[in-house]
């Protein structure tokens, strides 16, 4: 990597202009992308949103062109309007994610859930906190408004699809 490429990173991954404080996951996401794509030069590299994107992007993929708009889902359950990450059980998951998928096109099968929860979590994206009720929490706060930003286009086709059926139901 070129020094200008290595300042541009630190300049963007510094969480106070200050001292220049760096998150540590925020870190190895944005190199593991930078490896992964091969940047190499600070023309290459645009900034961390965008390698960020990517890897919440890989994570939906991975599990499978069949559970993207699950798992997509799944990962907007484990945010909040409040931008935090809530703990969740998989229970919780479930019963919140077929009030989504309710009444649209998305249908959730058996295993399906299990599945997504595994890949998520192997792919750092998401963590199994164990105790006397296993819970799923996100990886870290900043993610929650990615995640919210990504995920509003699939919930608005959802919306429409909700009131396409229930206008139906009512004739």
């Keep these: 990597m070129d020094e200008k490429l290595i300042d541009k990173i630190l300049d963007d991954l510094a969480v106070d202009d200050d001292d220049k404080s760096v998150r540590p ?6 190199g593991s992308q930078i490896e992964a794509k091969g940047i190499h030069t600070s023309e290459a590299f645009n900034n961390k949103k965008e390698l960020i994107q990517a890897f919440l ?8 062109t069949e559970n993207e708009d699950i798992a997509r889902l799944v990962l907007y359950l484990l945010t909040d309007d409040k931008l935090t990450r809530p703990l969740k059980t998989r229970a919780e998951i479930e019963y919140e994610l077929n009030i989504l998928a309710r009444d649209t096109k998305i249908e959730v099968k058996d295993g399906q859930l299990t599945t997504i929860l595994e890949i998520l979590t192997l792919s750092g ?8 009720t296993d819970k799923y ?7 929650t408004e990615l995640i919210r930003e990504q995920t509003k286009p699939l919930l608005e086709i959802l919306d429409e699809e909700r009131k396409g059926n229930w206008n139906m139901q009512k004739k």
Aim: aromatic share 6%; with cysteine.
């Design 57 to 64: 992007e890989e994570a939906v993929q991975d599990c499978g």
């Design 137 to 143: 929490q996100l990886v870290h706060d900043y993610l």
């Design 25 to 30: 996951i925020e870190l190895q996401i944005v």
């Design 125 to 132: 994206m998401i963590f199994l906190v164990p105790g006397q």
